[in-house]
């Protein structure tokens, strides 16, 4: 079962803006993370959030997280062309199995 | 060089053979996963494994099948039971129930076609 939902399932947007990716999920957590894909390849590990944080950051990474919601955001300032890639929210039950349950994805094109 | 590989890259199978899929680590986790991708959608959980000589089905476990006979090695077999096999299969591990963290690092994924 899908238990992230990422939103939008798309974005396009120029180089030097920002890009702001939303997942939701359904059940309790101990902790979200997102992920990063290129075509084709593995997912490379970018920002783990924990369920007591409310934000994070790494770099040009922006996260935060909304338990009462059951949201969480990722916003990627001054978006390269390098950039380009999906983009997956997971999350680690806050009970039962310790495996990750990830979300269907934003695509993201950055154009340069 | 640490990290988790995947062997074949590309791999055909015809109707009705089992193929299996490799997957090695050499970061000394203790937990490996198998997940399998359709085109434009996000990893589903195949199987897991917490610690050698354990694994646990995920929620697509049907037609699969798993060994963990040593820490560094969970080789995934598709067997001719399950009906669309042709995906993309990504393998991950990390630190384990130990490390507290549950960051999981993957193999590059091996694309697996039916003829």
């Known amino acids: 079962s899908q238990q992230g939902e990422e939103d939008p399932q798309a974005l396009s947007i120029q180089e030097g803006e920002n890009a702001t990716m939303n997942c939701s999920y359904k059940?309790?957590?101990?902790?979200l993370q997102w992920y990063r894909q290129n075509s084709g390849r593995g997912l490379v590990h970018l920002i783990l959030?924990?369920?007591?944080?409310r934000e994070k950051h790494s770099g040009r990474l922006r996260v935060t997280l909304d338990t009462s919601k059951k949201s969480s955001s990722l916003l990627i300032t001054a978006s390269r062309a390098a950039d380009t890639a999906s983009y997956f929210c997971?999350?680690?039950?806050?009970?039962?199995?310790?495996?990750?349950?990830f979300g269907s994805g934003t695509r993201l094109q950055v154009q340069p | 060089d640490g990290g988790i590989t995947q062997s074949p890259k590309y791999l055909f199978r015809k109707e009705g053979q089992n193929v299996t899929l490799s997957c090695e680590q050499n970061?000394?986790?203790?937990?490996m996963y198998w997940y399998r991708q359709d085109p434009g959608q996000g990893l589903r959980l195949i199987y897991y494994?917490?610690?050698?000589?354990?694994?646990q089905k995920g929620d697509i476990a049907e037609g699969y099948s798993v060994s963990r006979e040593k820490k560094e090695s969970f080789p995934l077999t598709v067997t001719s039971a399950q009906k669309n096999p042709t995906a993309f299969y990504l393998c991950?591990?990390?630190?384990?129930?130990?490390?507290?963290?549950?960051?999981?690092?993957f193999g590059p994924g091996t694309r697996l076609t039916v003829l």
């Open positions: 059940t309790s957590i101990n902790n």
């Open positions: 959030i924990r369920s007591n944080e």
């Open positions: 997971a999350t680690v039950a806050g009970t039962g199995r310790r495996a990750l349950t």
């Open positions: 494994s917490q610690i050698v000589n354990d694994f």
């Open positions: 970061l000394n986790h203790d937990a």
């Open positions: 991950a591990s990390s630190i384990g129930l130990a490390g507290g963290t549950d960051t999981q690092y």
